[in-house]
């Protein structure tokens, strides 16, 4: 059979421009699969170096190492992390930083339509925030008010030493240790036990039954709390203290003693009123001994304590606000109820049980208060500044030095 030779011609004519389009087609098909693909990796790979970038650069703002250290640390943390650009943008105010990163790479079948190199972009930011709420509390409350004597300070005025630079190098010996004056004037540095052994300006004493006086402590009246003339407290005790039912369902020392022991695991937030546990918490203190010895915990902080349901007391709710929001009252019957602002990090260094325990806080405050008896129960330690917190993001009323750095972007 013969063939037409100028249909055939024809039909060849036709199928080039076919093999032309799907060639096309087909490079279009790998540039988009190739370059596509690889720039959708390095979008990943650019919002990953952003979020590093930023976090490493609000916790330098978290260590008050200014913004120029931030700045620089944000960018090298995202080059480190693949970025190709990096600029960030630190704000000392409130702690936070931006960061705007690229990554570029060179393209594969994109080259054909112009397109010499990919780039990627991501931006992150982050901040450092007080703790305002957290789990893991210890049903153990500290007081955050205004000092003796004449300031009229808001402040928490809570002294604290620096975990890194202080605290840590005493308890671990770091090489190149750290000295530090004690109570009596004496210089110290790192020795084993060193909390056991001395006792610094800034600790803290939480003391049992020293007084039936709600304020025995503001201003000076049965004891001097005040123990370096600083005009901070540094005893608190009875009204000044208490052991909190941290939710609210009265289980006295028995669920106490499980908090110390497990740690709650319930989240307590700033701006609640906690209800106190009423009854002996002598066991507590045995607790505290066993299970949060040179320990780190988390201590909620108050400002206001109420001598009933603040719900049925406004004057307390007043005190505690003078213009804010409503409080959340945790549900409870108590003689007591404390206004938590915050959460404070504290190091346990000695708990005091009974006569012959030796612990360097209480022997100071028994030598400015000759009355307090030798079996009198005791927990020592120091809040911790610069602590690499952990749990929820919130701002709390009071900046007590230990921060979360989160994303916010």
């Known amino acids: 059979m013969k063939t037409n030779p100028l249909i055939s011609e024809s039909e060849k004519a036709q199928i080039l421009p076919i093999v032309v389009i799907a060639l096309l087609a087909l490079i279009a098909m790998a540039a988009l699969i190739l370059d596509g693909g690889s720039l959708m990796s390095n979008r990943r790979t650019a919002q990953a170096a952003a979020d590093a970038g930023a976090l490493a650069g609000a916790r330098e703002l978290c260590l008050n190492r200014g913004t120029t250290v931030s700045k620089t640390t944000a960018e090298t943390y995202a080059i480190n992390n693949k970025a190709t650009f990096a600029s960030a943008t630190p704000v000392a105010a409130n702690k936070t930083v931006s960061i705007d990163v690229a990554v570029v790479q060179s393209s594969f079948f994109a080259r054909i339509f112009g ?15 007080p703790p305002a709420q957290g789990e893991y509390l210890m049903p153990l409350a500290w007081s955050c008010r205004p000092p003796a004597g004449s300031s009229t300070s808001q402040d928490c005025n809570i002294q604290s030493l620096d975990w890194y630079t202080v605290l840590n190098p005493l308890i671990t010996g770091v090489p190149g240790g750290v000295v530090v004056t004690d109570v ?3 210089q110290r540095s790192y020795e084993v036990n060193f909390f056991t052994k001395y006792a610094l300006p800034q600790i803290y ?3 049992d039954d020293i007084s039936t006086k709600v304020e025995a402590c503001y201003p000076y009246t049965t004891f001097l709390c005040d123990l370096n003339g600083d005009g901070k ?3 608190e005790g009875e009204g000044n203290r208490s052991w909190l039912d941290l939710d609210g369902g009265g289980g006295g020392a028995n669920e106490v003693k499980s908090w110390i022991e497990y740690g709650p695991k319930f ?21 505290m001994d066993k299970f949060r010895l040179r320990t780190v915990i988390w201590v909620p902080i108050f400002d206001v304590v109420c001598d009933k349901n603040p719900d049925a007391k406004p004057v307390c709710k007043t005190a505690a606000h003078a213009v804010g929001p409503g409080d959340i009252v945790i549900a409870g019957s108590s003689n007591m109820y404390f206004h938590i602002v915050g959460i404070g990090a504290f190091y346990v260094t000695c708990v005091h049980e009974k006569n012959g325990d030796k612990c360097p806080g209480f022997d100071w405050a028994q030598e400015k208060n000759p009355s307090i008896k030798n079996n009198q129960k005791s927990i020592e330690g120091y809040f911790i500044s610069g602590y690499p917190a952990s749990g929820d993001v919130g701002t709390g009323d009071v900046d007590l030095g230990n921060y979360i750095v989160s994303l916010t972007k």
């Open 233 to 235: 407290n540094d005893i």
């Open 267 to 287: 989240k307590v937030s700033a701006h609640t009123w906690l209800s106190s546990q009423d009854g002996g918490m002598a066991p507590a203190y045995d607790y």
């Open 184 to 186: 009596k004037g004496v």
């Open 205 to 207: 004493i939480i003391m």
């Open 115 to 129: 397109k010499n190199q990919l780039t990627a972009t991501a931006t992150a930011a982050a901040g450092c925030f």
